[in-house]
Nanobody
């Protein structure tokens, strides 16, 4: 079992930045960030696999950066140039698999709210 605890959400104005953190209780393989806005389906934001390869949703490419500290078992998401449409609850997820391609995530955090005002 792996526990994931997110932090770093908040309310900011458009154009500003935030950094989200997700600390895992132990090391895992692929990790990812998802988000869900009210009334919308959950969407994948970014992934990072066991060797550090990353992918991004088109909507955040060039603005968000996913990274991880393997020593601290902590996943990060740097959110830059935030837009009102980025407002959502952000969740981290983890899997035992090394690759992030076509997988189901075994573990989920409780979520952290990001609100961006115009």
């Amino acid at each position: 079992q792996v526990e994931l605890v997110e932090s770093g959400g908040g309310s900011v104005q458009a154009g500003r930045s935030l950094r989200l953190s997700c600390t895992a209780s132990r090391s895992t393989g692929c990790m990812a960030w998802f988000r869900q806005a009210p009334g919308k389906e959950r969407e994948g934001v970014a992934t990072i696999d066991a060797v550090g390869m990353t992918t991004y949703a088109d909507s955040v490419q060039g603005r968000f950066i996913i990274s991880k500290d393997n020593v601290k078992n902590t996943l990060y998401l740097q959110l830059n140039s935030l837009k009102p449409e980025d407002t959502a609850t952000y969740y981290c997820a983890a899997s035992w698999t090394y690759s992030c391609t076509g997988i189901d995530y075994n573990f989920w955090g409780q979520g952290t709210q990001v609100t961006v005002s115009s």
